[in-house]
């Protein structure tokens, strides 16, 4: 992985068997599903709605952990927490954070 890639190649393919179509139907399938979970986070957040937080929170940290996305499961980590916490302004700050790093994320798998 270089500093500026966001996610593990070499471990990613690793866990998939060094099986490159897999690898390409599995980041497409997240691609795909990432902008709903980012708006279920979104509209969590806006309602404060800690168990809705949690479970899209969740779905993206393992979603992200499947390609090694330390930085992205670390920032939905903290937006959790702070949800957790009650305090959803802080948590409503941090969704910039994972939605930038979403973003490139997203943009690394399309370019497989």
């Not at 902008?35 to 979603?63: C, I, W, Y």
Request: proline content about 1%.
């Amino acid at each position: 992985m270089n500093s500026e890639q966001l996610f593990d190649l070499r471990s990613t393919l690793d866990n998939l068997d060094n099986d490159v179509e897999i690898l390409r139907l599995v980041s497409a399938t997240f691609v795909a599903d990432a902008p709903r979970l980012l708006a279920e986070l979104r509209s969590a957040l806006t309602d404060r709605n800690l168990s809705m937080v949690v479970r899209a929170g969740h779905s993206l940290k393992g979603s992200a952990q499947n390609f090694g996305a330390a930085e992205l499961i670390r920032a939905v980590g903290a937006l959790e927490e702070a949800s957790r916490t009650h305090d959803f302004e802080s948590a409503a700050g941090l969704l910039g954070e994972v939605e930038r790093l979403l973003a490139r994320l997203s943009a690394e798998l399309r370019a497989l």
